[in-house]
């Protein structure tokens, strides 16, 4: 299983970015797909998480209202609208795929990570 991440770059505060997520190797219409994220000097902190359904989402409180998952099964691939952003969402996102939740345990298979950076 591959995931590979994109979308990630420097970006204003305020502005909007969307993070794409795109699985190979194995279909992922039976997992959960989710979303982390790790600022410079802090742990691993989830984002944001899609059931294998399509209907059931997670959503971080430091996100909620600005960032909003979303899955296209046909094309193997998760999405990560991101507004309103502030410098504080400064991170490398990863993209997961596994059984789901909002702890990093509940995952199997991790992408490489995308730089975003949010400046003032």
């Known amino acids: 299983v591959r995931l590979v991440e994109s979308g990630g770059t420097l970006v204003q505060a305020g502005g909007s970015l969307r993070l794409s997520c795109a699985a190979s190797?194995?279909?992922?219409?039976?997992?959960?797909m989710g979303w982390f994220r790790q600022a410079p000097g802090k742990e691993r902190e989830f984002v944001a998480a899609?059931?294998?359904?399509?209907?059931?989402?997670l959503t971080a409180d430091s996100v909620k209202g600005r960032f909003t998952i979303s899955k296209d099964t046909a094309k193997n691939t998760v999405h990560l609208p991101m507004n309103s952003l502030k410098p504080e969402d400064t991170a490398v996102y990863y993209c997961?795929?596994?059984?789901?939740?909002?702890?990093?345990?509940?995952?199997?298979?991790w992408g490489q990570g995308t730089q975003v950076t949010v400046s003032s």
């Open positions: 899609i059931t294998s359904s399509g209907f059931g989402l």
């Open positions: 190797g194995r279909s992922f219409s039976r997992y959960a």
């Open positions: 997961a795929l596994g059984k789901g939740g909002h702890y990093d345990f509940g995952y199997t298979y």
